[in-house]
């Protein structure tokens, strides 16, 4: 069988990656005869290549006369020591009429918001947040939905030096302080309320016990009725725009933290900044005028990867609001009207939509997507054939993978080259990654740890309250020392491509044989009477037993008819060892707020354990419904 997609030759003629090799040759004095050459080069000779990404991306800066110092160090490794940047300049490079943001809300609101009007609303916003005494260093948060004040008040911190952090306002109490409690925010940017699935949700008892738990906190703006009185008194000017080392602290994000307080994670100017605009450029294909898209909220990474884009000249498009309100034409109807290129969703969307029967190839242009892209979770080949067939036939579909840990993507899209079904296009360029045994050897066709060998710009300046670097160490340095081990349970490809198979710290081990939980789920995505499912392995008889719950359509019921299909799909697909012991229906399964299933937390539960952070999650009552189960004591 063939790839799902080729690109054409005026496509790849037309490329940025086409033009960063053409542009980087004569630079270099070598020839790249294709990916693979530019990749292994840039990872054994990084200080060239990420230096190269400063000069082909027009980073506004001082670069300095070194690329990275201690590059053998890991961690440790100082990428541009002597650099002085911003990265607030660099996505306000533009001041005109050329559109910044395109922001509909699930209501239908619009609003169109020019470079020349960004810039402005950051000006008087960052002289707001001065006045309000914020200064270099200090600490800016938010608890918001996607609409245009977020970006607005993330760049204005980003311009003084401050450090956003922000959560979507779909979070508890909770979950709120155990994040903001930790960094101890000066300002707090807050919503009253928002809308998701045809519904007003006001949350202005909840911001007042937040604001009462963070004693740090001195001025509070809720951006919808006070965002204005804000900004008032300060007339739109030249943003001074303040100077800072690369590695000065721009965001802090956290861990899922489904099994104990969030991790902190501290990112930096330089580091984010180098890799969006590699990943945004040349492994999606980013061009000056796109309209670019990512369903996400501010409490997930794609958000801060979202606004990067501003820094290739890209317009965002925001959308605030169910993907599926009023129904599952939502987002396809958001693509036509508002243009967009690339359009950026998860595997779960694209599954949704497959089962709830649209086809939008027959109901929509789509006329200008050229990419979509997909991460989250890991896209089954079942998707990547849904894609083709019924969405767009002729569009890049890059999965995309990598994490909030390093604000960016270890795997991802290659423009250029063909996509096969069911794999992960390519390594990131400068990203030194592999997969490994379990005893550091390095592996293919069979799944291992993924793991990145060499240093990389946007590693985590470090987590919150780490001074010396415990915390951070033990997180990805303690099963390789001196290799980042990522946590995920991934294969390479015969076509130098990959698979994730999920999360290597939720892998299965039933006999001692490693199990990665997509391997399951891979083989129930077409069936029609399965909505979703999740695999944990539950401790049994002095080994591990693999338990599936299903959560089945409407009408539909797990009888003995049923449990014998999709095991004998599992069992035919994969091997005897994949086929759960258990296969149990449940009528929901728990998620984190960025719509990721938790098989971690329910294998605490299952197991009797405390699960200390519920509040990371957007259904925590959902985990009741694994407590105390008949059908795991037999």
């Not at 054409?8 to 630079?27: C, D, M, Y």
């Not at 993907?323 to 690339?342: E, I, K, Q, Y």
Request: net charge negative.
């Amino acid at each position: 069988m063939g790839p799902s997609w080729t690109p054409s030759a005026e496509r790849i003629a037309g490329s940025n990656v086409t033009a960063f090799v053409k542009w980087l040759e004569p630079r270099e004095g070598r020839e790249f005869r294709d990916y693979g050459s530019l990749h292994a080069w840039s990872v054994t000779e990084r200080g060239a290549f990420w230096s190269a990404v400063w000069d082909y991306c027009r980073v506004v800066g001082e670069k300095g006369e070194t690329a990275v110092a201690d590059a053998g160090r890991m961690p440790g490794a100082r990428f541009f020591p002597d650099a002085r940047l911003n990265f607030a300049e660099n996505l306000l490079r533009r001041r005109d009429d050329r559109l910044a943001l395109v922001a509909v809300t699930e209501p239908g609101t619009e609003r169109r918001i020019t470079t020349r009007q960004l810039y402005d609303d950051v000006s008087r916003c960052a002289q707001a947040l001065r006045q309000a005494g914020v200064t270099k260093g200090d600490r800016v948060a938010a608890v918001v939905a996607n609409v245009p004040e977020a970006v607005v008040a993330a760049l204005a911190a980003a311009s003084i030096g401050a450090v956003w952090s922000s959560c979507s306002p779909d979070f508890g109490v909770q979950g709120v302080i155990d994040r903001f409690g930790q960094i101890e925010p000066r300002v707090l940017f807050a919503v009253s309320g928002y809308h998701y699935g045809g519904k007003h949700h006001e949350i202005r008892a909840r911001l007042h016990e937040i604001v009462s738990k963070l004693p740090s906190v001195t001025t509070v703006v809720h951006i919808l009725e006070e965002w204005d009185a804000f900004l008032a008194p300060f007339q739109a000017s030249d943003i001074e725009f303040e100077q800072v080392p690369f590695n000065h602290p721009l965001y802090v994000l956290y861990s899922s933290g489904t099994t104990g307080v969030p991790k902190c994670i501290v990112h930096g100017h330089g580091g984010t900044l180098l890799q969006h605009l590699k990943e945004h450029q040349l492994q999606t294909d980013i061009k000056p005028g796109d309209r670019v898209f990512y369903f996400t909220t501010c409490g997930w990474m794609m958000w801060n990867w979202l606004i990067t884009a501003l820094a290739s000249d890209a317009t965002l498009v925001l959308y605030d609001g169910s993907p599926f309100f009023p129904d599952s034409r939502r987002l396809f109807d958001l693509a036509d009207v508002t243009g967009m290129t690339l359009f950026g969703t998860s595997a779960k969307f694209i599954d949704a939509v497959r089962k709830s029967g649209l086809r939008p190839v027959e109901t929509h242009a789509l006329a200008t997507v050229r990419t979509i892209t997909s991460t989250g979770s890991p896209l089954a080949a079942e998707s990547f054939d849904f894609v083709y067939s019924a969405i767009k036939r002729d569009v890049h579909l890059a999965s995309i993978s990598g994490g909030t840990d390093i604000v960016s993507c270890f795997v991802g899209g290659e423009p250029n080259a063909p996509v096969w079904r069911g794999e992960i296009q390519v390594a990131a360029l400068g990203m030194a990654v592999d997969v490994w045994s379990a005893v550091g050897q390095s592996v293919r066709s069979e799944p291992g740890e993924l793991v990145c060998v060499a240093s990389f710009p946007s590693m985590p300046v470090g987590f919150w309250d780490d001074a010396d670097g415990a915390k951070y160490h033990a997180a990805y340095f303690e099963r390789f020392p001196g290799v980042w081990c990522h946590g995920d349970w991934a294969e390479r490809t015969v076509h130098d491509g990959f698979i994730i198979h999920g999360r290597s710290d939720a892998t299965l081990n039933p006999g001692g044989v490693r199990i990665g939980t997509a391997e399951i789920y891979r083989q129930v995505e077409g069936m029609s009477e399965v909505v979703e499912s999740l695999a944990v392995g539950q401790q049994w008889d002095g080994d591990e037993r693999i338990v599936f719950f299903v959560r089945l359509r409407e009408g539909a019921v797990l009888d003995e008819a049923l449990q014998k299909r999709i095991a004998l799909q599992i069992r035919a697909n994969t091997s005897p060892r994949h086929v759960p012991a258990k296969i149990v229906q449940v009528t929901d399964l728990p998620r984190t707020k960025s719509g990721k299933l938790v098989e971690l937390a329910v294998r605490h539960v299952i197991h009797g354990r405390e699960v200390t952070n519920c509040e990371a999650l957007a259904n925590p009552e959902a985990l009741e419904l694994f407590r105390n189960l008949p059908e795991l004591s037999s």
